[in-house]
């Protein structure tokens, strides 16, 4: 059974920096991607950020790019975001997901096999 269990989030203020971490296990090689996706208080769940384990290729939200590095170890377990230049409007709970071979993509909801707990992040202006 794949599990992922995140790390890091907490609170910081506008401008500052938060590193998030997912630890997956489970899986046997079979993963197709990852991706990190956040909710806001009254707003629709949306992806921020995917990693695709094949290519290593990478996709950002426009809302995120140029401040946001998803990657991962080489060992493949864990993913990493790092969340640069911190605004207000990244105040969310953040989760890891994953969704294995076998068709379709980390870039919705419904596609997603696993979910990790989630994690939040607040920022402050």
């Known amino acids: 059974q794949v599990q992922l269990v995140e790390s890091g989030g907490g609170s910081v203020q506008a401008g500052g920096s938060l590193r998030l971490s997912c630890a997956a296990s489970?899986?046997?090689?079979?993963?197709?991607?990852m991706a990190w996706f956040r909710q806001a208080p009254g707003k629709e769940r949306e992806g921020v950020a995917r990693f695709y384990f094949g290519t290593g290729g990478t996709y950002y939200a426009n809302s995120v790019k140029g401040r946001f590095t998803i990657s991962l170890d080489n060992a493949g377990s864990t993913l990493t975001l790092q969340m640069n230049s911190l605004k207000s409007e990244d105040t969310a709970m953040y989760y890891c997901?994953?969704?294995?071979?076998?068709?379709?993509?980390?870039?919705?909801?419904?596609?997603?096999?696993?979910w990790g707990q989630g994690t939040q992040v607040t920022v402050s202006s």
């Open positions: 997901a994953a969704r294995l071979r076998g068709g379709g993509d980390c870039n919705t909801e419904t596609n997603i096999n696993y």
């Open positions: 489970g899986y046997g090689g079979s993963m197709y991607c």
